[in-house]
């Protein structure tokens, strides 16, 4: 892997840079009705997607660190992973989302896309060339089938 800079630790980094951005930067500021229906329904579904993630890593008895994808023991290519790649990360974009609107700062959208970017750059992609080198073909049909995010 490039960076072993855990994914939790990254996403908390963003949360940060949201948190900063939106009281620092004296434009950009939003409200809509539903904001709060929208938010509340990203966390939802994304402690939805997380949970069921989980448990589909703890159920087959792989590894769920991403530090180190050479400990996967088995490929996990059922469930919420038929419909996402990296559905984990997915849960943290979408909890990213919704504290944005949280914060209601339009510009905290350029920091999620931000987050997208890294994580695809140092996290995503070094993962999936060790999986291809583990699972080989397996792995490289699941990843014609099934998107990266969604």
């Given at each position: ?8 630790i990254v996403f908390l980094f963003f ?16 409200d809509f009705f539903g904001r709060t ?22 159920s087959r008895k792989t590894t769920v ?86």
């Amino acid at each position: 892997m490039q960076l072993k800079v855990p994914p939790v630790i990254v996403f908390l980094f963003f949360i940060a840079l949201m948190y900063f951005l939106a009281k620092v930067l004296p434009v950009g500021y939003f409200d809509f009705f539903g904001r709060t229906y929208i938010m509340m329904g990203l966390l939802v579904i994304a402690s939805i997607v997380v949970v069921w993630a989980l448990f589909q890593f703890y159920s087959r008895k792989t590894t769920v660190d991403p530090r180190d994808p050479s400990k996967a023991s088995s490929l996990v290519d059922s469930g919420v992973y038929a419909y996402s790649r990296n559905p984990m990360y997915l849960a943290m974009l979408m909890v990213l989302l919704a504290f944005g609107l949280w914060l209601g700062n339009a510009f905290n959208t350029l920091l999620a896309a931000g987050f997208v970017g890294y994580m695809n750059r140092f996290q995503i992609e070094p993962e999936e060339r060790s999986l291809g080198l583990i699972f080989g073909k397996e792995y490289r049909q699941y990843c014609l089938k099934v998107r990266r995010w969604f």
